[in-house]
C-alpha cells in the first residue's frame, strides 16, 4: 500500500522522466532525463510539468506546501534546525566526549572539527533526530531485545541518538580523508586539518574517527545497523576510487556520476535514515521510504553543491569556488553543457591543468543551460524525497507532524541555500 502511495506520487510530478538502473544494488535509482544521452535534448520536456518560481520549480507534495512564496522559510517552530537544537547541542558534547584520545596530538586532531565554533550546521545529525520523531508511530508488539553481553541500550530514541553521533563521526572522517586527497587548505571556513597539522595526522585522525564510530556501532547490537553503516564506509571509499580512477568516457557519464555521488554523499544519509526506521521497530516499507528520503536529499544535495562551486564565492562556502574542476573533476553543470556544445568533451579530455581549459569550460558553460539543469534535477530528487514523506503512515501526533514538516522543508532548504 505504501509503495503504490510512493509510485502514485511519482508518477504524478515526473511522466515524462525515466529512471535508470545503477548496477550493483537494485535499490540504488536515480532520476535522469529522458534520453539523456542524447546531446542536446532539453530538460524542459522533462520539468515542463512543474511550477516555476525565482528560476527553482517548486515542491510540491499532496499534504504540504513545501515551497514558500515569502522569503521567510518557516515558523520558528518548525525550523528544522531549531525543533531539535537541544538534541543537538548535547550531541555535540558527546562527540567532543567519544573522540578523547591518550594521545593528546591525536585528540587534537581527531576533534578539530567538532569544537564549538567549527562544528558545522550539523545538518545530518539534524535529518536523523527528525526522522526518529517522524517515524514515532505505533508498532506491533515485537520480542523483548536479547542481551547479548554487556550493556544494552534499550531506550529508543538514545539508539537513535547514538545513530546520529555515529553519522556526524563517519562524514568528518571522510571529510579529513578528503582533503588530503583533494591537497585542500581550507575547510568551513578556517585551514583544514591536513594544512594545519599535515597529512599523516589529519588521516591517523580520520582513520580514529572511525574507528570510535565502530565501537559506538557495536553497541548497539544490532546486525542490521552495523551492516547498513559498514556498507556506508565501503561506499566511501568505492565513491573517491571511482573518482580518481575514471576512463574518459566514464568521466563523461552522467550515470558514472550519479552513481559516484550516491556512494560519495548520499549513501550515509539514506542507509543512516533506514537505520533510525529499524531501531525504531518499523517495516520495510517504512524503513524503505526513509531510505528514500536520504538518498533522495542527498544526491539533490550533492548536486546544489556542484552548482555552487562554479556560482559561490570563498567566502559564502568554506572553501575555494572551482575547486572541483580545477582538480579535474566533472560534475553535472559541466555535463549537462557538453550535451549543448559536444566540442567541450575535447576541453574534457585535454584535463584541466592548464588554467586556460578552466577558462574555455567556463566559457562553454556560461553559454549553456548546464547550471539551471543541474538545479532542474536537484529539484526533481528534492520531489522524491518529499514524496517519501507525504507517503509516511498517517499520524496525529503533533510532534510527528511538526517533524515531518521540518523534513519537507529541509527539501526546500537544500536547493535554495548559497553555501
Known amino acids: ?77 518548525h525550523d528544522p534546525f531549531s525543533l531539535v537544537a537541544d538534541e543537538l547541542s548535547l550531541l555535540g558534547n558527546k562527540l567532543r566526549a567519544m573522540v578523547v584520545a591518550e594521545v593528546p596530538k591525536l585528540a587534537s586532531a581527531a576533534e578539530y572539527f567538532f569544537k564549538m565554533g567549527v562544528e558545522g550546521k550539523r545538518f545530518r545529525p539534524t535529518v536523523l533526530l527528525l526522522m526518529s520523531t517522524a517515524l514515532n ?28 553521533e555515529i553519522t556526524e563521526m563517519i562524514h568528518v572522517a571522510s571529510l579529513l580523508h578528503d582533503d588530503v586527497l583533494d591537497d ?19 588521516v591517523l585522525a580520520g582513520d580514529f574517527l572511525l574507528s570510535r564510530a565502530c565501537v559506538a556501532l557495536a553497541s548497539l547490537k544490532n546486525t542490521e545497523v552495523v551492516s547498513l553503516l559498514a556498507k556506508v564506509v565501503e561506499h566511501l571509499v568505492t565513491g573517491e576510487t571511482m573518482q580518481m580512477t575514471t576512463t574518459s568516457d566514464q568521466r563523461c557519464s552522467m550515470e558514472y556520476y550519479m552513481q559516484k555521488t550516491y ?25 524503505m521510504l526513509a531510505f528514500e528520503y536520504g538518498k533522495n536529499l542527498g544526491l539533490a544535495f550533492q548536486l546544489i553543491d556542484d552548482v555552487l562551486d562554479f556560482t559561490g564565492t570563498s567566502a559564502s562556502l568554506g572553501k575555494g569556488s572551482l575547486t572541483d574542476i580545477r582538480h ?78 521540518a523534513l519537507l522543508d529541509l527539501t526546500h532548504r537544500v536547493i535554495t541555500r548559497t553555501k
Open 1 to 77: 500500500m505504501l509503495f503504490s502511495r510512493v509510485s502514485k506520487n511519482l508518477r504524478g510530478g515526473f511522466h515524462s522522466c525515466r529512471w535508470f538502473l545503477s548496477t550493483g544494488d537494485h535499490n540504488h535509482r536515480f532520476l535522469f532525463p529522458h534520453k539523456f544521452h542524447s546531446r542536446g535534448d532539453s530538460i524542459r520536456q522533462v520539468m515542463r510539468s512543474l511550477i516555476f518560481s525565482k528560476s527553482l520549480p517548486a515542491l510540491h507534495s499532496s499534504r504540504y506546501l513545501v515551497h514558500h512564496q515569502s522569503s521567510s522559510i518557516v515558523e520558528d517552530e
Open 137 to 164: 508511530l505505533p508498532i506491533h508488539e515485537g520480542p523483548p531485545p536479547i542481551d547479548l553481553g554487556g550493556a544494552l541500550t534499550s531506550d529508543v530514541r538514545t539508539r537513535q541518538q547514538r545513530i546520529a
Open 184 to 202: 585542500a587548505d581550507t575547510r568551513r571556513g578556517i585551514g583544514s586539518l591536513n594544512f594545519v597539522m599535515g597529512n599523516k595526522l589529519a
Open 263 to 287: 556512494y560519495k554523499t548520499a549513501s550515509l544519509i539514506s542507509n543512516s535514515c533506514k537505520a533510525i526506521a529499524i531501531l525504531a521497530g518499523q517495516t520495510a516499507e517504512v524503513a
Open 328 to 405: 579535474g573533476i566533472v560534475t553535472a553543470p559541466i555535463l549537462f553543457a557538453m550535451e549543448e556544445f559536444p566540442q567541450l568533451r575535447a576541453v574534457v579530455d585535454e584535463g584541466f591543468e592548464d588554467p586556460a581549459n578552466v577558462d574555455l569550460a567556463l566559457e562553454y558553460l556560461g553559454k549553456s543551460r548546464g547550471i539551471q539543469r543541474t538545479k532542474e534535477l536537484a529539484v526533481e530528487h528534492a520531489n522524491l524525497a518529499a514524496a517519501a514523506i507525504d507517503s509516511l503512515p498517517e499520524c496525529d501526533d503533533e510532534e510527528v507532524r511538526k517533524s515531518r514538516k
